[in-house]
């Protein structure tokens, strides 16, 4: 069977999201494991591969065309109908199908936040989102996506049959894990590379609106407020991620509270120091008012840390049992919340057993699988 991909969101540098969702597929793919010796990949590109990609062999390819400029929409499709040898099944881990392919096609769809919330999208990407998801999503055998809220959410939208969306849950990074035991040495260092005082809480997320951010700043200047010991004013909120868009509000808020001594940005942080991050901090907080799955609550789990998170969307599916909801409109719940974990260390130590029991559901290779098994069906 040979098997095309869509490679793209994995062939680029700092990988989140749907960039890390591709990559961690195609490293399984190409994993012996998973029984794929009779089937050949090729794995299609805008760019040249890159290093950290799985190596070429007789089963996995690359094959790099142009031109870049509508790749889905033209050089893609163009290349799948005139190619001598082509794929026996499309798979696209993005909301883009090849137009005018005359392969079956497999798309995944994380979420419909560009449905729910358009404003925080640029005209031009809201545009394509909107009118190339929905021919993809006509055209597609099959829909996969990474947790039921999803699912319900493009179902209901789009108008489709249940059975052509497909829940497939998302796992956690491997390297995470082999990081866990130097994540200690590197919490001093880190500690003091950003000038990190003592007790933080920790939010790992793009700036953006959807976030919550703005209402977590307000929350956590509410809590600092009510301590008395000097000590517990010291408190930080240390805020990673880049800036998305609409950030401004979420860079003034510490201002506008009276905290901006309190709370850091720190931008984007490499993957090597996200463990100590996440191993020294009092609590994870995941504030969104909308997630396809949420990653970052199982990321904290893996390293002991303790997680509150929005009730609504798909959070408490990724969290389950294991973390703290809030109502994440309320800006009292959330510092409710978050002041009842803080002030109770037999709590959190309940929610880290928890989370360490939580994150054993999830799995890339396990992933793989089930994609994998899902696009053989398709190509029958």
Known sequence: MNIGIDGNEANIDRKVGIGEYAFELLIQFSNSKLKTQNS???????NKARQDLPKENQNWQYRVIGPKRFWT???????LYFHKERPDVFFSPTHYAPRFSPIPTIISIMDLSYIHYPYMFKKSDLYQLKNWT???????????????????????YYKLDND???????GIKEKGINLQAKSMDNSKKLRAKYNIRGKYILFVGTLQP?????????????????????????????????????????LNAPQKNNIEKNVKFLDFVENEELPALYKEAVCFVLPSLYEGFGLPVLEAMQFGCPVLASNISSLPEAGADAAVYFDPYNVNDIADKLKKVIENEELRKEMREKGFRQIKKFSWEKAATETLDIIKKVAG
Do not use: C, H, M
């Open 40 to 46: 050949k990949f090729v794995v299609y590109l805008k």
């Open 73 to 79: 929409q033209f050089a893609l499709p163009v290349d």
């Open 134 to 156: 929905l021919y993809s999503v006509q055209k597609s055998k099959k829909i996969i996506t990474i947790s039921k809220s999803s699912k319900n959410d493009i179902i209901g």
């Open 164 to 170: 052509k969306v497909v829940v497939v849950y998302p």
């Open 210 to 250: 959807r976030k919550n951010i703005v209402r977590l700043i307000e929350a956590f200047g509410k809590i600092l407020s009510e301590f008395s010991n000097s000590k517990e004013k010291e408190l930080e909120l240390i805020i990673v991620g880049k800036k998305g868009w609409f950030y401004q509000d979420i």
